[in-house]
């Protein structure tokens, strides 16, 4: 007796995660371990991290990286470089102090400019995005930014690093597995504004199993950096 529909389509679908789990895991992902600073393309014309203090180092109080992004770097907005898409924190306030250059912001729909020694504080849960307003092209500065999340987190200090590694391994920003981008999302606490909350919801509660039985995961230990080693 043949096998019945139901029993083909469940046996061809275990078939198919069975083989994406296998490629997934079985990624060669260049190990990070060694780097102070990690970028988010493989010809650094992106954004790079260094993390500069973890959660461990202050108590739990925050942490702090360090982000440059050249005027070469693609944003979710094409004339915004290096803009992430407009989304919160649910959880934590991000403060930027730009150290060079001129940083670009909208913050709950206002959009302002940041010089030299200039700092924004964004609470949690409030709307934002960031990006290099030199202008475009590579004759442009780049900004180069303290970025501090707090409270700390030791489960979500981990994201740049993360983001960085996968986009590398992808090829770039916008070229990363749907997957393993909206893993990223839940596990970090984000919340985008390009999805619409109902449907959000519905995936911070459905994609993260589906997306790790497919061996996909939001911190991969090759991924952790040295960070900035500071001079005893």
């Not at 973890?54 to 108590?59: E, F, P």
Request: charged fraction near 15%; include cysteine.
């Amino acid at each position: 007796m043949g096998l019945s529909f139901p029993a083909l389509a469940t046996l061809a679908l275990a078939l198919a995660l069975g083989y994406s789990r296998h490629s997934v895991t079985h990624i060669a992902r260049t190990p990070q371990t060694k780097l102070e600073t990690v970028w988010d393309s493989p010809d650094h014309t992106g954004t790079s991290y260094t993390v500069l203090e973890r959660s461990a180092d202050t108590g739990g109080a925050y942490w702090t990286v360090e982000i440059r992004v050249e005027a070469t770097a693609k944003g979710f907005f094409p004339l915004w470089p290096g803009s992430p898409p407009l989304h919160a924190h649910d959880e934590q306030a991000e403060t930027f102090t730009v150290l060079s250059g001129v940083m670009g912001a909208v913050v709950a729909g206002q959009q302002s400019e940041l010089h030299v020694g200039q700092s924004v504080t964004i609470p949690a849960g409030v709307i934002h995005t960031f990006w290099n307003a030199a202008g475009q092209g590579p004759q442009r500065p780049a900004l180069v930014v303290n970025c501090t999340l707090s409270p700390g987190s030791v489960a979500t200090e981990a994201f740049f690093e993360n983001l960085a590694g996968v986009s590398n391994l992808y090829g770039g920003m916008d070229r990363i597995n749907p997957l393993q981008m909206l893993l990223l999302f839940v596990h970090y606490k984000l919340t985008p504004t390009f999805i619409p909350r109902p449907v959000w919801g519905v995936i911070k509660v459905l994609e993260p199993p589906l997306a790790r039985a497919l061996g996909f995961r939001a911190a991969y230990p090759e991924y952790r950096t040295l960070g900035r080693v500071r001079a005893e």
